[in-house]
């Protein structure tokens, strides 16, 4: 049911800033960035073998990485893991006790749909699931 690690999130403070790093300097492949309403962040993807690294830098102040932010700094925000079936992914964390940090699958980057499960349930680690839309 989760079948990859789709990416790791990294909050930064501008992505403007944070782009030659991983392009130039790491040499990543760089995919592109766009605005994800629904999150309040604007992110950066490159691809790194079969995985992505997701830049996310906050739209508005009281978007969830602003917070992050403001309380830790630039760093290692959430492990993306990609399913093929969200509902079914949703539907196993929630009755394993595991609290979904929304009602229903979200929009996200690339047309995906997403779900959040609350780090204080996953050992620390905010965890997103994600599906490929159809
Ligand atoms: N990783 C680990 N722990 C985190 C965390 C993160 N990314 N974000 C918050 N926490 C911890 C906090 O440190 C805090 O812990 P303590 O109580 O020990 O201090 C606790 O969770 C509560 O955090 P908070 O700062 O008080 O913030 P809120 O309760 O208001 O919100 C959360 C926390 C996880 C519910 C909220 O950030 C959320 O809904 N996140 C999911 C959505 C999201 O992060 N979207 C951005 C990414 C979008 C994308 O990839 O497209």
Same mark, same amino acid.
């Given at each position: 049911?989760?079948n ?5 999130g *990294? ?6 800033a ?6 130039? %300097?790491l ?7 766009? %605005?994800? !309403? &629904?999150?309040?962040?604007r ?6 073998g079969?995985?992505?690294i !997701?830049?996310?830098?906050? #739209? ?22 990609? #399913?093929?079936?969200i ?8 009755s ?5 940090? &929304? ?9 995906k749909? *997403? ?6 349930? #996953?050992?620390? %680690?905010?965890?997103?699931? #994600?599906?490929?839309?159809?």
């Amino acid at each position: 049911m989760l079948n990859k690690i789709d990416h790791i999130g *990294i909050a930064v403070r501008s992505i403007d800033a944070s782009l030659p790093l991983y392009r130039d %300097v790491l040499g990543l492949e760089f995919l592109g960035d766009e %605005v994800v !309403e &629904s999150q309040r962040v604007r992110v950066a993807f490159f691809k790194i073998g079969e995985s992505m690294i !997701e830049l996310l830098e906050p #739209t508005s102040d009281d978007s969830p990485v602003a917070k992050f932010l403001e309380k830790n700094g630039e760093g290692i925000h959430h492990l993306a893991v990609g #399913t093929d079936d969200i509902v079914a992914a949703r539907a196993r964390a929630s009755s394993g006790g595991l609290r979904l940090l &929304s009602d229903t699958p979200l929009d996200g980057a690339h047309g995906k749909l *997403i779900s959040f499960v609350h780090p204080k349930d #996953t050992q620390g %680690v905010l965890l997103e699931f #994600t599906q490929r839309g159809h």
